[in-house]
């Protein structure tokens, strides 16, 4: 051992540390307000100043940029104050969505920032970067992140947002619940100072989303939050493309491994998936038999299915948009507070989509020969959200299914199945680029902005399924990195990837089953019409919903 | 495609499907108990009765068996029930820890039962499953077992416990909140019933774990729950051998890769570790360099590192009897509420230990020549809990820190980090058993008990290294299963894994650095003694407490 000049016993510590000072801190930063607020209640117009001795110079600060919900209020808030006093805060972001997010650095009131998404300033970000106006954290999924607040990243302040407080500072979130919970929840057991934006102050509250007794300060909003309505597609960019891959998904895939339990990716592929089902699903027989359970957004394109009976349960990472009175009058279906609207909870949702559904689905921009995919690209640091946490086959997981121990190839005793991860791509993307490539252009963006990996989305050794518009390869079905490449390019069409496989090899693939063309599965590619959605826009989907559904303006055209 | 003789529009469908069946459910469920109760109270001594109305035969029911907190009162009430009335019930119990338990399957009010751990009950259950009196549904860890509450697995009615509650049934929860809130969640926010059981109805509560909008009933228990002191280790019984491999983790693992953030099992064997830290770590020089946060109960054990500033965070799945007013009085390292009161959380704690942290490091009973574990021996169901969890790499982590990038071993341009899962393991068990084995007992137990897969806790492939008396593997180096036998057996000493290697080989594997025996990491086996822990019992424990731990009475022995 090291040379011990002596062992430290109790007796020879000083006893002079304090074990209050998170307290201590937190207590007097309170009564230096305690003249300017209204017991819990700030001001709204004294925010600004308020903020100033609330926090200080260096504070690790987590700010709900949420998903969808932002604390816009607050986020402006402390863009306007004095970088002389707030200066060099360390900011948690989940998701950078606001211009105001990097004003933050531009002014120099923070310095540091740790974030999960940064998709509407990723560019900006990039730039930033490079220029030295921030300093770069780590980029995590979003439940990596929340699991940091609890560890190494634990906040001194926690700035979110909710619908409505009472007066002892209850919450109600509305069906925009997401992560507020889990933000405030590491802020107010550990000495943290919580302060919330309402849209409103009430006496009585629809139900609790927050006990007042995590919440120190309430302040009413000039305006309601900034609410994104991030998961609505409208059916009529649907290709007839994309409903060839729905077909195969829905036969290749759903029918063939029995999955009852499943994600949806947000693109106009699963869309497509989601109103093929009481339609072509139905003419197969397949109601009741898949897809009964989902870990999902409200997605407006999944009424149809709802409203014919093919949907038990949907549990949700956060709210929709316009979708409010729908789910309020389907609660047998979604999960709904007493009062009836939604209560989404990011956090368990994440939980619950990583450990108790049978597959993922998505999609991305580029993908490698081992199938390897990522949606970065040049010159953007847009993060990864909940994706890898979805799609990747989580080595914790004990419990069987049907779809899962479909997925066991070998007679090994130790064998066990595997979550489906399936990606839906086709061979080209807009403007002729091919998806499939030699080389990620992650490994660019990992050396460009200095990165410690690489950001790759899904990596290949997880994905069980790839779809293009050539048909589906069964990559959990190969056994070494050769035959998986073979099968991938069987169905790479004419990109660098596929070009490497001959005719009779591909008739060889067939034939073992690691690869299936339309035909294989008795789909016929001329029967792939946009006359097969169950809803062709988004005013037939307000129809199936008897009105229910309430698109925001822009995906109105009537 | 299939025969579509017509697509269903939603003109055709018929409008008579109700869409509030449970929500009526639970209305007309409410009604029946109406004049029984008083308000949301179920008076003590009619809760049989009134449990007969709001359950009905069938029903899926969660019941709080908690790792440590166990809604005994209700679980005992639940097996007086009438099977006549209450019957094939769908018990959703994360851990089968009381003999009532099992009883409601015995008596035949219940029928199948989803579950997580079974310790107490392993052999008792076993033998039930053997004789029919009990239909499996599938072992979980605890967190894919929360997740499926949301998904599959959604509960008709929630029976847990809480520490007090108000008139409107507002929860406080105490130390143990644990996995309490996110089983309420689950009932309350699909229209199923939560029934609370509370040790005391009081007008203020200290704090609100639980908002009383999420709560039907609250019934005042006949006598406090049941807590466990689970993780409560009492270093007398820690050996100079578990010293030696606590030196060579601290040395070998923590020190090497930098370890700051980690998650202990609860054996002797990382009980040493936390002993030594304030004596052999500190001759090293080590504070405020390695194991800076955890994951992790309330560990007596910690309390000398706490004592001697080596700790500045600890978030806990749940509370430990004796903690309580240690834990207050350390607010600057737990999380506690306003109250001073530790808050737990298992279900963020197990996030947080899976995503955010830097190490796992556990024991076992067994160990095949990959470095598969598993604690099942023949005869018990005793069930997973959350070491699979803790125990793996998680794929979804996209963050790094310096340990975890320190596990990467390849030029490849998409390598990755791992998380670091360390076993600690006699190459002997008590009676002379072998550790290492050529074949896993959970093979066997796996077709005694008709299981989908064999109950392996952690696979090889995740282990990056393994720890016995005679040295460090360090398996996270290997490039191939032929390289990780090696490995592992230069360690294993004379059992059938340990007898295949050559002293020439060993030699080798040690220079290149695959193995290290003590005396590469400068230590001396002699000097491997128990004068080294920091406390070498309770009393020395509560000493260091300066009094404010106080042991259950089984741990004193003054």
Known sequence: MGEIRRLVTKQELTNTRSWTTRLDAKKSRIESVKKLVDGMIIPTDRIVEILERLLQASDRVVLEGNNQKQASFLSKALSQ????????????IPSISRPEHLDLFEYGIA??????YAGPQSLRMAQMLEDGQLTMGEIHTYIELYGR??????PSVALVAADKADQNGNLYTGPNTEETPTLIEAAAFRDGIVIVQVNELTDELPRVDVPGSWVDFIVVADQPYELEPLFTRDPRHITDIQILQAMMVIRGIYEKHQVQSLNHGIGYNTAAIE???????????????????????????????????????????G???????????????????PDGSLRSNRTLCQLAGQYAVDLFIGSSLQMDHEANSSTVTRGRLAGYGGAPNMGHNPGGRRHSSPAWLNMMTTEDPLVRGKKLVVQVVETFQNGNKPVFVDSLDAIDVKKDSNLAVAPVMIYGEDVTHVVTE????????????ERRREALSAIAGVTPVGLKQSS???????????????EDLQ????????????????EEIVEWSDGLYEPPAKFRSW
Chains 1, 2 share one sequence.
């Open 504 to 518: 009779a090899r591909i008739e060889q693939l067939r034939r073992e089953g690691l690869i299936a063309y339309p």
């Open 275 to 317: 109103l093929l089902l009481p339609t072509y699903g139905e003419s197969w027989g397949l109601k009741g038999k898949i897809c009964k359970h989902w870990a999902l957004n409200p997605h407006p394109t999944l009424i149809p299915a709802i409203e014919s009976g093919w949907v038990e349960s949907v549990h949700c990472f």
């Open 470 to 481: 050539e048909g589906i390869a069964y990559l959990y079905k190969t056994d070494s990195i």
């Open 319 to 337: 709210g929709e948009v316009g979708m409010e009175k729908y789910v309020e009058a389907r609660r047998d279906v979604f999960f709904t507070g």
């Open 81 to 92: 104050a004095d970088p002389q006093i707030l200066h060099d805060l360390h900011m948690i």
């Open 111 to 116: 310095k540091k920032v740790d974030f999960s």
């Open 523 to 538: 789909i016929r590619r001329t029967d792939a019409k946009r006359s097969l959605l169950a809803a062709k826009n988004i």
């Open 149 to 154: 607040l609890f560890i190494d990243l634990i």
